[in-house]
């Protein structure tokens, strides 16, 4: 018994088959592929008894949970009472959350059952999941690769069929990137359109929690849930959730100029990106080619301000209030020095030495200042480029799943991954990344939507279209 959609499992369970059933064919599935690496723990029997009391249900109270066959899996640095949140890192290993972030309850009071926690980079830090305490996630669609991230188990499950839908989160790209990588659906919202309450902060002022899915129609009937405003977050939008009209007219698409001659592109993502383009001017849809000379200052001013929000948000992993203290320790500031040494992995160390390097007194106006300078610049930059048009599309990582290692002696090739997904971060815009099938082979070029702030709902119906 396989299902790729929650479309499927709700016409299984309307036929007559049972919820249970449905869990146990994906808790089978989860331990037949565990050489992957994707979930550090599943909730068994949690699930099954969830599972058992739905189809215990009436037919009008089952009406009444929209989201009811949706077997999820969560990111291991999202919230869920009771439940480990690591967050890939020795720093919370066997830390229990005592609350339940709000994104994931409301998906829960629609009907959603958690089937278990997926791998990711140590604090959501990294673009290949290669960086989590736990050991890599490998790519189901060639296990010799990366599945990206940080997300890259939330990518993998829904790739690998273990679930029906993930809920990942994307600080710079880490939702798009692996959804391009496992060949998925994968979405950033608006900034604020989503509660981060009870996401563990990275960079509060980028980090979104989206969906990853088979298909667009899954990831919107998701989104319509987690969206809205949430008291327990002052970031989060007071915003309704307005169904789209159908669009039937062509659409105007934009193509920047700087990202089709960006140097290093993998040759076969250029010629299926190029291709996809070619494709939707058959259709009818108008592709206009505009200039944006910011392009190579994204990722440096990216990973000024991230760094410098990361360095801020984990000064609370310190050895005394929770998470690791070092065995070692034997006075207060060993405790401090050797918790953090020992509890951080490499590239969290290097992103946090990097942030309070930036925010230092003596840097702070030449870096962090000034990144944030770009960052409006960015932001307003991207705003007249949307104007008048349906979308901006985009590469959503300049390369294919690289195999493990490649880029490890190089902190700078592995960043630039996100050289075509931080765009939506910096300015807070709704950004979708489409899977594109390579022929004769396994895996999957992609292509990134990106629309105006707050038009989540159109972006939605505008990639129902060009999928």
């Keep these: 018994m396989r299902f790729s959609s929650l479309g499927e499992v709700q016409a299984h369970l309307k036929a007559g088959g049972q919820m249970v059933d449905v869990v146990d064919a994906f808790l089978e599935r989860i331990q037949a592929t565990s050489h992957l690496n994707i979930f550090l723990e599943t909730f068994d029997a949690e699930v099954r008894t969830q599972a058992e009391a739905q189809d215990k249900l009436r037919d009008e109270q089952k009406a009444k949970l929209p989201l009811l066959g949706l077997v999820l899996a969560i990111k291991d640095n999202i919230a869920y009472k009771g439940h480990i949140m690591s967050a890939g890192s020795r720093m919370l290993e066997n830390f229990r959350s005592v609350y339940t972030a709000t994104a994931l309850q409301r998906l829960m009071d629609a009907g959603a059952l958690v089937i278990g926690r997926v791998n990711c980079d140590e604090f959501a830090m990294g673009s290949s999941n290669e960086k989590s305490y736990y050991g ?28 029906v839908a993930a809920l990942g989160t994307d600080t710079g790209g880490s939702i798009r990137q692996p959804a391009a990588f496992c060949g998925v659906v994968g979405m950033k919202p608006t900034y604020g359109r989503v509660s981060r309450y009870g996401l563990l902060a990275y960079g509060s002022s980028f980090d979104q929690i989206g969906p990853l899915s088979r298909n667009v129609e899954d990831a919107a009937r998701i989104l319509q849930v987690m969206a809205g405003n949430d008291p327990q977050d002052s970031s989060s939008l007071d915003v309704n959730w307005i169904e789209p009209k159908s669009l039937s007219r062509p659409l105007k698409l934009v193509v920047l100029k700087e990202a089709m001659e960006f140097q290093g592109m993998n040759p076969k993502v250029k010629a299926a990106f190029e291709s996809r383009l070619a494709h939707w001017k058959s259709q009818g849809h108008t592709v206009e080619v505009r200039s944006f000379p910011l392009l190579n200052s994204l990722v440096p001013t990216y990973y000024v301000l991230s760094t410098a929000e990361a360095s801020s948000n984990l000064g609370r992993y310190d050895g005394i209030h929770y998470g690791f203290r070092s065995p070692d320790a034997h006075d207060l500031e060993s405790t401090y020095r050797l918790s953090r040494s020992q509890g951080f992995g490499a590239e969290v160390k290097r992103r946090i030495m990097t942030g309070t390097f930036v925010l230092s007194s003596t840097y702070f106006d030449a870096y ?73 082979s396994p895996l999957f070029a992609s292509v990134q939507l990106m629309s105006d702030r707050g038009s989540d709902e159109e972006l939605l119906e505008i990639a129902r279209r060009l999928a």
Excluded: H, W
């Excluded at 890599?136 to 679930?163: F, H, I, T």
């Excluded at 007249?384 to 799943?401: F, I, K």
């Design 136 to 163: 890599p996630v490998k790519n189901p669609l060639d296990p010799e690769r990366v599945p990206g991230g940080s997300s890259g188990g939330s990518a993998a499950a829904v790739a690998a069929g273990l679930c």
């Design 368 to 440: 962090y200042l000034q990144a944030q300078r770009v960052r409006r610049k960015i932001r307003e930059a991207t705003d007249s480029l949307l104007q008048g048009a349906d979308a901006l599309v985009l590469p959503t990582s300049p390369n294919l799943p690289f195999v493990f290692g490649e880029n490890d002696a190089d902190p700078v090739a592995m960043y630039m991954e996100d050289a075509f997904t931080v765009q939506a971060n910096l300015a807070g815009n709704p950004a979708i990344s489409l899977p594109i099938a390579i022929e004769g």
